[in-house]
């Protein structure tokens, strides 16, 4: 992870918050998780999510997940 993806990675999540939503990270490495608690980070994002889907549709692609 460059620091300049994780810049981009907070403040889609930041805009994502703002909307009502919540951002979700799944099937991180373990070195993208040690990444997240060395910065302080992991608390930023929705913890656990499950039945993770994601769909190609027309224009865009659509990811849904259930959070816990």
């Known amino acids: ?13 930041d805009r994502v ?5 919540r951002l ?6 373990p070195t993208i998780e040690e ?7 992991r608390k ?3 913890p656990h999510a499950s039945n993770v889907r994601i769909e190609r549709l027309e224009h865009y692609w659509m990811l849904t997940c259930r959070l816990k």
Request: proline letters at 0%; aromatic letters at 12%.
């Open 1 to 13: 992870f460059a620091s300049y993806a994780i810049g981009k990675l907070i403040r889609f999540n």
């Open 17 to 21: 918050q703002q909307a009502g939503g």
């Open 24 to 29: 979700a990270l799944c099937e991180l490495t």
């Open 35 to 41: 990444v997240l608690d060395i910065m302080s980070l």
């Open 44 to 46: 930023r994002f929705a």
